[in-house]
């Protein structure tokens, strides 16, 4: 009988050896990868494209705004990454009034919806608020005036498709022969990226064609800096800097 009990335990011991030693199978559910889970703020009109990576075998995820009248789907585009996971590139336009927010999810074939980040639409800046901001920035602003409809020497300020506010400002590194006429800088807004690029480019082709009106040129989604020549490259590049962290 000890013998027998004996022999059982070494037969049970050996069969727990062999189990550990066994490769397991196991499959993995696939999933999503979204370049950001922080929630951030875009301005009005902007857009947003997010990346996203399925990891493991799966079938097409359906990507989608949990609202629809907040982010505007513009487009998803599918490509490969080096290691062979499916990439969508999900592009989305801020429609919403400022203050509402919309999350997106990804939901693939027979798993629940997966909410990855939240997008809250922001209130666009004046001209004067973003020269302000850079002015308690550090940069060298000094004079600054703030144009309306009525005082607007170009008379597009709130035309159709034009800007729809403008500020021009003084640079503290350059002399300054005329108050009423500063030189360093000026900034103007626009409802949308088009009336923005329309308008960059008939500045530019006056600049390319009278030389003395060249300009440095800067373009943060819906709003667009331009630097006068007076001021030196290493004081532009400073502008640019400071305009590109403007949100």
Known sequence: MKKAKILSLAFALSLSIACLGAPVSA????????????????????????????????????????????????????????SGNDVYYFKVKATGAPGTSSAIYTTLPGQSAVRHFVITVSKPLTAQEIADNLKEGGLPIGNIIVYTAETDDNQLLGRPNQYISRVRFADNTVDQSDSNDPVGGSIETFNNSSDLEVRKEYCEAISKSIPIFAQYYYVNGNYLLRIDN?????NAKKYEEAFAKIK
């Open 27 to 82: 499959t993995s559910s696939p999933y999503v990868q979204s370049d950001t889970t922080v929630p951030f703020t875009r301005m009005q009109g902007e857009t947003y494209q997010v990346k996203f990576t399925v990891r493991g075998t799966h079938a097409d995820p359906k990507i989608a705004a949990g609202d629809g009248s907040v982010l505007q789907t513009l487009n998803v585009a599918k490509t490969k990454d080096s």
């Open 230 to 234: 007076a001021v030196t490259l290493e």
